[in-house]
């Protein structure tokens, strides 16, 4: 079955300087016999300056024109792009022209992507961290979409992979070979193999979710008794008003979320109802989701009124643990605000210790995603075959007969080429006749 040439908008849409569509397959270079003038090929991956015209001859724009030539493509096709100026009539023209002209169509979301994985451009860790990348919004983000697009994470698993392929060889030479001169107790060794290899997916696993927080925030619910000024310590944070400021209390019935760049991480601070009981039905499903996002969050900052101080809360107490913050409010009220020991005085009104604060938010946010090794999991697609590649594992070592271990094998090492999008079973061939002189 023949190939589509697809097109599309390359760069971002709306108005810009300049503008980048994209034809990738068979039928990429008739675009530029079609449009441009002169209809020269340009030399591959050297940018040429035409004319491209409508088919009546009317000139739209001067363009730039890159020509890829395959493998040497993203995509692994033909490639041609056309760098023109970004107004919105230019690119609806050239869209235009491209879809009249035979064999092109318009491409489907990911596309290109895909068939940079189809072509062994990309595999699938690398095609998820280029999505990453374009949406990364913070330097944290963009810093670990970077190492996952470099093929750290994909190396990682294919690394495991390569493991379990050898040791299904050595399974397999024992059950298909028996009489052959084969390494005395191979078995033996392949087990020891796979409980260091169990190990090593084990403190894989165990990351506390950072590489999936960084991409989705990191998230942190404001808590506190009705008045302490949480809605205030919102705005403050945000530095803008964000919720509503009010004395009257019972004001924020629902959770209110403001998304931030901390340090270079992405943050979500949510707004939520003050800690009390009511007759208010509306009010106390406010207070039911504020102690829902308190049991979800990453860190709590639990909002004591300074006018009520050193006398504190008992519902917003409760909630204190290892990942909360303890900050008293109306610092301005205060004689003697001055931060000691795990309390820290603000004042929303004033700015006073706001800095502070933020400074021990980033610092608890460094602690969480700050860690060194190899790259983290960042999808549950990932977590999910892994845990099924331990569970295979597992199983392996019980396994009553060979047969049966190297199936369990197998299928861990199946589960591992899912990740990437590699499983080929012809490696096991190679391995086997490259491992044993079998026959000889």
């Known amino acids: 079955m023949s190939v589509a040439t697809v097109f599309a908008l390359a760069s971002a849409h709306g108005r810009a300087g300049v503008a980048v569509l994209r034809i990738s397959g068979p039928q990429a270079r008739s675009a530029i016999d079609k449009l441009c003038h002169p209809s020269t090929l340009p030399e591959p991956r050297a940018a040429h300056l035409c004319e491209v015209r409508h088919p009546d001859g009317a000139l739209i724009d001067k363009a730039l024109v890159l020509w890829f030539l395959a493998p040497n493509s993203f995509t692994g096709e033909d490639v041609v792009e056309f760098h023109v100026h970004g107004g919105r009539a230019i690119i609806s023209a050239v869209m235009d022209c491209l879809r009249g ?22 595999d699938l860790t690398e095609a998820e961290a280029l999505a990453d990348l374009v949406n990364a919004e913070t330097e944290a983000q963009r810093r670990q979409a970077m190492r996952q697009f470099e093929g750290e994470l994909g190396r990682l698993y294919e690394n495991w992979r390569a493991r379990l392929t050898k040791a299904l060889a050595h399974f397999e030479a024992t059950i ?13 060794k392949q087990s020891t193999e796979t409980r260091a290899l169990i190990a090593e997916i084990e403190r894989h696993l165990d990351d506390q979710h950072r590489g999936e927080r960084l991409r989705e925030g990191f998230h942190i619910a404001i808590l506190g008794p009705p008045n302490a000024g949480k809605s205030s310590l919102l705005n403050a944070l945000a530095r803008r008003e964000a919720a509503i400021v009010s004395s009257i209390a019972g004001t924020t019935r629902d959770v209110i979320e403001v998304y931030l760049d901390l340090g270079g991480y992405p ?3 949510a707004d939520t ?20 996002k308190a049991a979800n969050a990453d860190l709590k900052l639990l909002v004591f009124d300074g006018e009520n101080w050193p006398q504190c809360d ?40 706001i ?24 999808r549950v697609r990932h977590r999910a075959a892994l845990e099924e590649c331990r569970g295979h594992l597992r199983r392996s070592l019980t ?3 060979a047969e049966l271990r190297a199936e369990d094998v197998r299928l861990a090492s199946r589960s591992l080429g899912h990740i990437t999008g590699r ?12 491992d044993f002189c079998i026959g000889k």
Do not use: C
């Open 399 to 401: 396994a009553a007969a």
């Open 423 to 434: 499983v080929d079973v012809e490696d096991l061939l190679d391995v086997i006749f490259r």
């Open 176 to 188: 298909d070979f028996a009489d052959e001169d084969l390494p005395e107790n191979l078995a033996e």
């Open 267 to 269: 943050v979500v601070i």
């Open 273 to 292: 109802a003050g800690l009390r009981e009511s007759a208010d039905q509306i009010e106390n499903e406010g207070v039911r989701r504020a102690l829902k």
């Open 355 to 378: 800095p502070e604060l933020l400074e021990q938010i980033t610092a608890a946010i460094d602690l969480r995603f700050a860690a060194s090794g190899p790259p983290p999991l960042t």
């Open 101 to 122: 002209l035979p064999g092109l169509r318009l491409a489907e979301p990911g596309e290109f992507t895909r068939r940079a994985f189809e072509n062994g451009k990309l």
């Open 314 to 353: 008992e519902a917003t107490q409760k909630l204190a643990d290892e990942n909360a913050l303890a900050v008293v409010n109306k610092a301005d009220l205060l004689k003697d605000a001055v931060n000691a020991g795990d309390v820290l005085f603000v004042s929303a009104k004033t700015g006073a210790g």
